[in-house]
T-cell receptor, first 113, second 117 residues
């Protein structure tokens, strides 16, 4: 275990549904990240939070909405997704924006039907 | 722009034989280099990193990687493969000079390592 926990592990949702992915870390890290992992593609960095403030948004569609209520929790709110959004969504954390390596959660396998 | 190339989608090795998983990178300035491993239904786990110092870096589970600046490579190696090493391996790079744009860690597409008896 890396200390980063993601729930749920698997999620199937329709295109009109609204759901949320949750990430939790108790490592005392100040930076948290959402990545999208699709087959045969590099990991795509979606969002970065530092001290609960969003510092990066890599041209992610607005149907993905992140939320970081405190430095230990990160959410990814999903609504009106498309089938091509089906992927493994990975959360990661690091000591701060400079500190590496990042520690990853086990991911949420999302299927949009 | 940073980039990472992992030229092999899959590497097949017999147990007990040495293994190499290739990685080349492109980055402005000196790099931080990383290897991560992903077992089935798991997130990425950190294996090892190169920042400065010896070009041969030792990491978890008997893995090591050799940094070659002239060839801009950071190949992952293990002297004797185990069946349990079968997994997806990702190489990643970030510039040492922090530009303030988060920790722009750029990943490769991954190489699947299959170790057979």
């Amino acid at each position: 275990e890396t200390g980063v926990t993601q729930t749920p592990r698997h999620l199937v949702m329709g295109m009109t549904n609204k759901k949320s992915l949750k990430c939790e870390q108790h490592l005392g890290h100040n930076a948290m990240y959402w990545y999208k992992q699709s087959a045969k593609k590099p990991l795509e960095l979606m969002f970065v939070y530092s001290l609960e403030e969003r510092v990066e948004n890599n041209s992610v569609p607005s149907r993905f909405s992140p939320e970081c209520p405190n430095s230990s929790h990160l959410f990814l709110h999903l609504h009106t997704l498309q089938p091509e959004d089906s992927a493994l969504y990975l959360c990661a954390s690091s000591q701060d924006l400079r500190g590496l390596p990042a520690f990853f959660g086990q991911g949420t396998r999302l299927t949009v039907v | 722009a940073q980039s990472v190339a992992q030229p092999e989608d899959q590497v097949n090795v017999a147990e007990g034989n040495p293994l190499t998983v290739k990685c080349t990178y492109s980055v402005s300035g000196n790099p931080y280099l990383f290897w991560y491993v992903q077992y089935p239904n798991r997130g990425l786990q950190f294996l090892l990193k190169y920042i400065t110092g010896d070009n041969l870096v030792k990491g978890s589970y008997g893995f090591e990687a050799e940094f070659n600046k002239s060839q801009t490579s950071f190949h992952l190696k293990k002297p004797s493969a185990l069946v349990s090493d079968s997994a997806l391996y990702f190489c990643a790079v970030r510039a040492i000079v922090f530009t303030g744009t988060a920790s722009k860690l750029t990943f490769g597409t991954g190489t699947r390592l299959q170790v057979t008896l």
